[in-house]
């Protein structure tokens, strides 16, 4: 999947308010979000600075809050169901 950065003070202020469908992942450099004026339900990790995942949040709906947490560095916003979907792909490889 297409991971997009949002670098920018534009995309950081943006990020997935008002996008309705959307197939990729969007990294942002943040310790929490929320999902105000968001139109589908997402799914969250994140992560410290060398991209060790530290919180998995899945199906988070809009209007919520995920308060920002001590040693996260990166958040990756992605579509509701990729996660769910990577670790059953990761679990048959096995």
Known sequence: MDVRFADTFFKRLKGLM???????????ECNGIHTFFMKTNID????????NVLYIYQN?????????????AYTYEMPAGCLKKFMASNALKK
Request: glycine content about 0%; proline content about 6%; overall charge positive.
């Open 18 to 28: 008002f996008v309705k469908d959307f197939n990729y992942v969007l990294k942002f």
């Open 44 to 51: 969250v990790i994140l992560t410290d600075k060398n991209n």
């Open 60 to 72: 988070v709906k809009p209007w919520k809050i995920i308060l920002p947490k001590k040693n996260v």
